[in-house]
């Protein structure tokens, strides 16, 4: 069985893929079918890392049922200009106030948006319907691959990718700036809500000068293991988590079917030894919190 994420009779050689999306941000799976996917492909523990909400872990938690651990988590937006940087915050208290007040700014911002993008493409003839892509986002919050679903089922692009390429992505003509955060906010966030931040994706920031500054800044860890990432690239993310003492997680990235790669459910990930570093770091955090 496929449900956009990978075939359930493909088992993965990773213990642990601690970056996964659901239906709750940009992802076409829900919690409960990441997990049964999940279970099927025979990982340990996994991590629903949605964008900017923590709304789908407790969906996730109640479906594993304890058969798979699920590690409360998140992929926070922030920039550097233009510069997309994402940081991941695991175990994070998905009750925390400050964080779900944050969560719910940025589900407005991101609403207000798309309104914009799609005033923009209306202006220049391409009519698409608000309520169209409400439905393509199901009850979760909207983001421009709902617009590109959109744009593909009307006839204005061949793929997904095609929609970003010429609509939606950086330098495209609809494309429209998000909210500017500093990296430091969202790792400041992420650490009072007693979650441990950590890189997301370093080697598609290709600045090792960015990376250290997150560091810097209180990033705990780096995500090693990523689809986008050469043999080569880690290595040399080893070395950096090696030489700062920092910890090492690894993920699939899945967004299902709505992915712009083919990033399947346990093709990346990491083993059982990151997984117990990453949640040591945890209970030595809760230690000297008391």
């Keep these: 069985m496929s449900l956009g994420g990978t075939s359930n ?19 076409t799976l829900t919690p409960c ?39 409360p988590a998140i992929e926070m937006s922030s920039n550097i200009g233009s510069f997309d940087i994402h940081i991941l915050g695991y175990f994070v208290d998905i009750h925390n106030d400050e964080l779900l007040t944050y969560c719910e700014d940025f589900r407005t911002h991101r609403l207000k948006r798309v309104k914009r993008i799609i005033n923009r493409l209306s202006k220049d003839g391409i009519k698409l319907e608000f309520e169209q892509i409400k439905i393509a986002a199901s009850s979760c919050s909207l983001g421009r691959p709902h617009i590109a679903e959109v744009l593909v ?52 920031i290709n600045d090792e000068q960015i990376i250290y500054q997150l560091i810097m800044d209180g990033c705990q860890g780096i995500e090693v293991w990523h689809p986008d990432h050469t043999r080569r690239c880690r290595q040399k993310l080893i070395e950096i988590a090696m030489k700062n003492g920092l910890l090492m997680t690894g993920g699939s990235d899945c967004h299902g079917r709505r992915g712009k790669n083919n990033y399947q459910i346990g093709m990346t990930g990491c083993m059982k030894e990151h997984v117990v570093e990453l ?7 809760a230690v000297s919190d008391t």
Aim: charged share 20%.
């Design 9 to 27: 009779t493909t088992l993965s050689s990773h213990y642990a893929d601690l970056h996964i999306h659901s239906t709750f941000s940009d992802g």
């Design 33 to 71: 079918e990441i997990v049964s996917i999940c279970e099927g492909v025979q990982l340990h523990v996994i991590s629903v890392a949605d964008h900017d909400t923590v709304d789908g872990i407790a969906e996730a938690i109640n479906c594993a049922q304890g058969r798979i651990e699920v590690i």
């Design 153 to 204: 089922e009307n006839g204005h692009a061949r793929s997904i990718n095609d929609a970003f390429n010429k609509y939606l992505g950086f330098k495209a003509p609809y494309y429209e700036p998000k909210r500017a955060v500093k990296p430091q906010a969202v790792i400041r966030k992420i650490i009072r809500s007693n979650g441990i931040p950590v890189v997301a994706h370093p080697g598609t």
């Design 279 to 285: 949640r040591h770091c945890c209970e030595n955090k």
